[in-house]
């Protein structure tokens, strides 16, 4: 019996050996690229300012094509939305001192420094702009910003609540929002800084209604 195969049939086995490697490799690539379009976005948005970037500043920068980002992303606003939320979520760990006045006033400092220090207050400012025009990047804006901060407030709440520091029949979205409300009123509008007197005061108005 011989052993010879047909150059159809070596041609066919080489093939198959070959094609599942292929997909890893572009894997490889697209994260690549993904990773690239997002520090070029945020590097630039720290440089110009969220008015001073443009799709092709982005893609220079990350060494690819328009085309390439506009595969993942439909405007400027959802690129720099994403590369804005990824570096505020390193920006903002959850603080846990074991007190729950405490931990509120410092996740707000935390989120005070970047947002009045570095160009990360315009960027935040154009996105909400943006999000008023745009239903799905509004959408894309809560679920990948704002349900992050909240999450991390609710989780300090919850810890205050299981320590019995507040109240055990609070409605959480609601003091939520009532910590958030007075931070973006203040930075939209400008007229009352965003400092850690702020934060002092607005956390110690918040205790009196929610302790036990």
């Known amino acids: 019996m011989s052993l010879q195969m047909s150059p159809q049939k ?12 292929k997909a890893p490799a572009t894997r490889r690539r697209n994260q ?17 300012g969220y008015g001073g970037v443009c799709i092709e500043a ?22 720099m939305m994403e590369a804005y939320s ?25 989120m005070f420094t970047v947002l009045t220090t570095t160009t990360a207050g315009a960027a935040f400012t154009g996105l909400i702009a943006e999000a008023q ?20 407030t609710r989780t300090i709440l919850e810890q205050g609540m299981a320590r019995g520091e507040l109240r055990p029949d609070l409605n959480l979205e609601l003091v939520i929002d009532g910590i958030y409300g007075p931070i973006w009123y203040r930075l939209l509008l400008k007229h009352a ?20």
């Open 32 to 48: 690549r690229s993904h990773q690239a379009i997002l520090n070029a976005a945020a590097e630039l948005l720290e440089e110009k």
């Open 10 to 21: 070596l041609e066919n086995n080489g093939s198959q050996k070959l094609f599942p490697l």
């Open 86 to 110: 990824a570096q505020a979520a390193r920006n903002f760990p959850t603080p846990d001192t074991g007190s729950v006045k405490q931990d509120l006033c410092e996740i707000l400092q935390q």
């Open 133 to 152: 025009m745009d239903p799905n990047l509004a959408e894309a804006f809560r679920e990948q910003f704002i349900a992050n901060r909240r999450k991390a």
């Open 58 to 79: 982005i893609a220079n920068r990350a060494g690819v094509g328009k085309q390439t980002i506009y595969r993942w992303w439909s405007s400027k606003a959802e690129v």
């Open 193 to 212: 800084p965003l400092d850690d007197v702020f934060a002092e005061e607005l956390v110690n108005l918040l205790i009196i209604g929610i302790q036990m």
